[in-house]
């Protein structure tokens, strides 16, 4: 029995291209830090640096220690100098951000759904980003952080997705089985690997990511009225 429907953030309750996603927050964040005196193509390089290190966190370090030991060592920033700055950053200048994002009120409706019938649900976000951004992203899908029993982020977390150690790390602080648990995302290689731990799986297709061109029709699929059935056919919702 499903106890528990984990959900992507950007790309299935956030409607986004990502790419253009990327491009904002980055060139928004950059513009934030070169009074420090650094240049823009030194600074993506450190972002891209400190992303691109928590993704290959192997769980010796939290994805934050690994995203700031890369980006410093790119900078030879402190983390310490920066922090305030970039902490005043998703506060006010991130939220410019959001224009880049797409929105639909149908998360809110499939979340709210699935509270009601007694489940619980839980933000499976990439934890690449900071408590304070994704509170920021949740809300910008209209939804609110504690609508989640759990909402990944890169303080919490050691693992990235598609690392099946990221899952788990989510089952074993939820006390759950993979069987009990629905994983919905957008993206077959990131979210549609929690099959592989038993997890039951959905593909969201509204801004579908497929970087190697598999077959999705393996996976249940469709946008959010094919969600919706599906989660009546397997009795989720009502």
């Not at 499903?2 to 992507?8: C, W």
């Not at 029993?149 to 690392?163: A, D, F, G, Q, W």
């Not at 009990?180 to 077959?188: A, S, T």
Request: hydrophobic share 40%.
């Amino acid at each position: 029995m499903i106890r528990t429907v984990l959900f992507d953030l950007d790309g299935t309750l956030l409607p986004m291209d990502q790419s253009r996603f990327v491009r904002a927050y980055f060139k928004s964040l950059c513009e934030k830090l070169q009074p420090f005196g650094y240049t823009e193509a030194l600074l993506q390089k450190a972002l891209w640096g400190g992303v691109g290190a928590a993704l290959q966190n192997d769980g010796a370090c939290t994805n934050e220690e690994a995203f700031w030991n890369a980006f410093c060592s790119i900078t030879a920033a402190k983390q310490s100098t920066l922090l305030p700055t970039v902490e005043a950053y998703y506060s006010k200048e991130f939220q410019d951000v959001a224009k880049s994002c797409g929105f639909t009120p149908y998360a809110k409706q499939i979340v709210e759904r699935i509270r009601q019938s007694g489940r619980a649900v839980v933000l499976a976000t990439n934890p690449v980003f900071p408590k304070i951004a994704t509170e920021s992203r949740i809300r910008w899908a209209g939804l609110l952080p504690e609508d989640f029993l759990l909402y990944t982020t890169y303080e919490s977390c050691r693992y990235c997705k598609p690392n099946l150690k990221y899952y788990k790390e989510i089952l074993e602080k939820l006390e759950l089985t993979p069987q009990e648990c629905l994983m919905v995302g957008n993206d077959v290689d990131e979210d549609m690997v929690a099959e592989e731990l038993g997890m039951q799986v959905f593909l969201l297709t509204d801004c579908l990511i497929n970087r190697s061109g598999k077959e999705i029709a393996v996976y249940p699929n469709g946008g959010f009225a094919e969600l919706h059935q599906y989660l009546e056919r397997i009795g989720i919702i009502r």
